[in-house]
């Protein structure tokens, strides 16, 4: 049974609960709603109260003392990240640094180091715009998410975008699962990825555009398995798969990347909002996915 610990703050009486289970933990957010979060790290949480952007809730959800939510182990032909995982512990963990450096990348430009002690994988992922997330697009990532019918696995991009009627407000996610990448058929140099963020100010502000990318260049200059994705801190993350069927089976050119760049701009409906327009949004990120293109195009 869930322990409860009580606080007080300016918004009333705050339960802390403390559930031992997976299951356990799903039950109190269905019991009390819209007036209770899951928590780890809770340094998003944090951040949204204090600008007034999320209310208070009236209960708390501690994840911290479930063992489902911890550890990060290889898993049939995958690694498995669970959702407590705190950043800086999958930056550092070697499997993640041998199988999914993309991954390490970005969490490298997530906030501050001691913010990333504390903040979760989970809780990144959670946000729906978390930093790490286009990374974990482009690595083909599924999650394995709990409700009261069971568990199920599902693509990153459906969970996010609610394809299907797939996320529930009450989901509790439980590990990430990203497929190995490094695959000893292929040769080392036959793979790349990027990942790049352009924003108001390196790591402590969400950025205007983030884009990451994985795939392969042949021996003969072919493209193949490219999954570009992109989120901008306003808007919904989105993998580019116009972008995508452009790129795929095709040799880089200045024509190729003029075609490119014009389907990753058809594609992405950016946010518009004080920061920057939707124009210039779509632009800046064609332009950081066409130049890392053209970069691994001029070194072939």
């Known amino acids: 049974m869930a322990m409860e610990m009580a606080d007080y703050n300016h918004a009333g009486f705050l339960s802390v609960w403390q559930p031992a289970s997976v299951e356990e933990a799903w039950r109190l957010k269905r019991k009390f709603g819209k007036m209770s979060s899951y928590t780890a790290g809770s340094t998003l949480l944090r951040t949204q109260w204090q ?3 999320r209310p208070e809730p009236k209960h708390l959800i501690s994840l911290a ?10 898993s049939e032909g995958a690694v498995s990240v669970g959702a407590g ?3 800086n512990e999958c930056r550092q963990h070697p499997l993640l640094k041998n199988r999914g450096g993309l991954l390490v990348t970005a969490i490298g430009q997530i906030a501050a180091p001691a913010v990333r002690n504390l ?45 299907g009627g797939v996320r529930e407000p009450d989901d509790l996610l439980v590990r ?21 963020k352009a924003g108001r100010r390196e790591s402590f502000t969400p950025s205007l555009v983030t884009v990451a990318a994985q795939g392969e260049n042949a021996e003969d200059g072919e493209l193949k398995e490219l999954r570009p994705s992109t989120e901008d801190g306003s808007a919904l993350p989105d993998r580019l798969t116009e972008a995508e069927r452009t790129m795929n089976g095709s040799r880089l050119s200045d024509n190729m990347l003029g075609l ?10 950016a946010a ?12 800046a990120t064609a332009n ?7 970069k691994m195009m001029k070194l072939k």
């Open 51 to 53: 600008n007034g952007v």
């Open 65 to 74: 003392g479930i063992p489902e939510l911890h550890g990060i182990r290889l």
């Open 85 to 87: 995982a705190a950043l």
């Open 119 to 163: 903040a979760t994988i989970g809780g990144n992922v959670s946000s729906l715009m978390g930093d790490a997330v286009p990374a974990l697009m482009a690595l083909d990532s599924q999650l394995v998410i709990f409700r009261g019918r069971g568990w199920s696995r599902c693509p990153i991009l459906d969970w996010l975008q609610g394809k």
């Open 176 to 196: 990430v699962v990203i497929p190995i990448v490094r695959d000893t058929d292929r040769a080392e140099e036959e793979l790349f990825a990027f990942y790049e």
């Open 260 to 269: 490119i760049h014009e389907a990753i701009k058809g594609q992405y409906k």
């Open 272 to 283: 518009e909002d004080l920061f920057a327009g939707s124009d210039y949004r779509k632009e």
């Open 288 to 294: 950081l996915i066409s130049a890392q293109l053209w």
